[in-house]
């Protein structure tokens, strides 16, 4: 089985990394990596392969905790792209890989509530290729806030979304002002 994602679904940064994770845990789980990159993982106690004094049992347990590591380090680097990639870079183990991308990606804190109001914000339809694609990223920059607990309140979306369309469409636009 491949270790690779399709290029178009590597991390690319905050907007696929919600459907990136989904996939890259699939990954883990199919190729027995999983326990790489939880927290509740029991990591064997470090054996030096050059002390010959070293128990055998705990030798090879070490050997392979520390293969099957290096191998979830390089399924993490293989389906990042290069931003991504800087967040990584430097951290010593799988799971210390996996919790720098939750922090930068799924935190909560003053930053990640800032990008998401400014997404919310400055969404104008002349950024997308077509309406539908329009609609998918404005409801989930609505669901970003509400899963941040810093929704507006729900009479700002109609006006936002409006607003959002207006220079495409200033004549609908101005006649749902005016219904509103």
Not at 69 to 77: E, G, P, T
Not at 149 to 167: Q, V, Y
Request: aromatic share 12%.
């Amino acid at each position: 089985m491949s270790l690779h994602l399709p290029a178009s679904m590597k991390l690319k940064g905050e907007e696929n990394y919600t459907i990136w994770k989904d996939q890259m845990l699939d990954l883990a789980t199919s190729n027995q990596l999983k326990k790489y990159i939880s927290e509740k993982a029991r990591k064997p106690d470090f054996v030096d392969v050059d002390d010959e004094k070293a128990d055998a049992k705990k030798l090879e347990e070490w050997q392979s905790w520390e293969a099957g590591d290096a191998h979830m380090k390089l399924v993490i680097s293989y389906n990042c792209q290069s931003m991504p990639q800087q967040v990584v870079m430097g951290k010593k183990t799988a799971l210390e890989m996996w919790q720098a991308l939750q922090i930068q990606y799924e935190g909560k804190g003053y930053v990640i509530k800032y990008n998401a109001i400014q997404k919310y914000v400055m969404l104008k339809y002349e950024d997308f290729t077509d309406l539908t694609s329009f609609i998918i990223a404005y409801r989930k920059a609505i669901e970003k806030m509400a899963t941040l607990k810093i929704s507006p309140p729900n009479e700002w979306h109609p006006m936002m979304f409006i607003a959002a369309l207006s220079s495409a469409w200033p004549m609908w636009a101005e006649r749902q002002r005016s219904l509103a």
